[in-house]
């Protein structure tokens, strides 16, 4: 039986033979190797044995390394060179997505401290009611360090505009249908939480409703909180816009569509026309349904567990 390794091959027959060249050929060999398995899964790997045999002691006895030292630094050396071609085919446009939400949220806190130091800094000076941009152009033309501030203050913000629209263009291309429904802003921030849209497909519709929501779920685990309703989707018109005590049942409603556009652009990419009408009939339900005309909190006996399901489409 012939079983492919890291460095060769190992043969019953014809003992341990290596690859030709260095780490890059090595790997070159080995990421087509990773790929075809990928694909046909690992049980259905051709050449390998169900008890895999000591390859270290098949190749240092077929005289392809000299000693254990020279085999661990080339296997050192293989692994590196691994390592660095897994990351460099990861820096693809959803990890450009990522770092994008990251320096837009990191411009808002930014720009959000400087325009409280600008408040409180102007106060020594008049007692104009302004704040935030408004301010900063008030103190822009100032030759002392307020006018510095004032300046940068309003770099920050145009810069802040230009990261925000090359955001919603990115979200767009890499998530259309979860853009559609939350729009790319939150969308963004949702595959941003989730580490990843391919992470975010995975995960149930109960864990999106609660994203952001971590603290509160813990309490609630400790018996310390109710359980939270919803999390960062309270952002969504569709649980903003619905009346408090309806509004668990709306992030329920919206976190499972939301699940459902998550696995279509990660699966297929090709963007479902069905899915905004559909939450938008299901939110309408939610605010007519008898539920709203009673206690607050308390859900109408028919409704109470329902979830949703692609079905519901």
Not at 88 to 103: D, F, H, M, W, Y
């Amino acid at each position: 039986m012939k079983m492919r390794t890291w460095f060769g091959h190992i043969d019953d027959e014809f003992g341990a033979s290596r690859l030709p060249g260095g780490a890059a050929e090595i790997v070159e060999g080995l990421m087509g190797v990773l790929e075809e398995e990928a694909s046909s899964g690992w049980e259905g790997s051709a050449g390998r044995p169900a008890v895999q045999p000591d390859i270290r002691k098949a190749a240092l006895e077929a005289g392809l390394f000299p000693d254990d030292a020279e085999y661990n630094a080339a296997l050192r050396e293989v692994a590196m060179e691994l390592v660095r071609r897994r990351l460099r085919a990861s820096t693809g446009a959803e990890a450009e997505l990522l770092q994008t939400i990251e320096a837009l949220d990191d411009l808002n806190e930014v720009i959000n401290r400087l325009e409280e130091r600008l408040y409180e800094w102007s106060r020594l000076h008049d007692d104009r009611r302004l704040r935030g941009r408004a301010l900063a152009e008030a103190l822009a033309e100032e030759e002392e360090a307020i006018g510095v501030v004032a300046r940068s203050v309003l770099d920050l913000a145009d810069a802040r505009r230009s990261v925000q629209r090359s955001l919603e263009t990115a979200t767009v291309q890499a998530s259309p249908n979860l853009s559609s429904l939350a729009g790319p802003l939150l969308a963004a921030r949702i595959i941003s939480r989730a580490g990843g849209l391919a992470r975010l497909s995975e995960m149930p519709a109960s864990a999106i409703q609660v994203m952001g929501a971590e603290k509160s779920l813990f309490k609630h685990l400790r018996g310390k909180a109710p359980s939270p309703k919803h999390g960062m989707i309270y952002r969504h018109p569709a649980v903003m816009g619905t009346p408090r005590r309806l509004r668990g049942r709306a992030a329920r409603a919206l976190a499972a569509k939301l699940a459902i556009a998550a696995r279509i652009d990660r699966f297929s990419g090709e963007v479902n026309d069905r899915l905004k009408p559909a939450l938008d009939r299901r939110i309408d339900e939610i605010r007519a349904s008898p539920a709203g005309k009673g206690r607050p909190g308390m859900p109408s006996r028919g409704r109470r567990g329902r979830g949703e399901s692609p079905s519901d489409l």
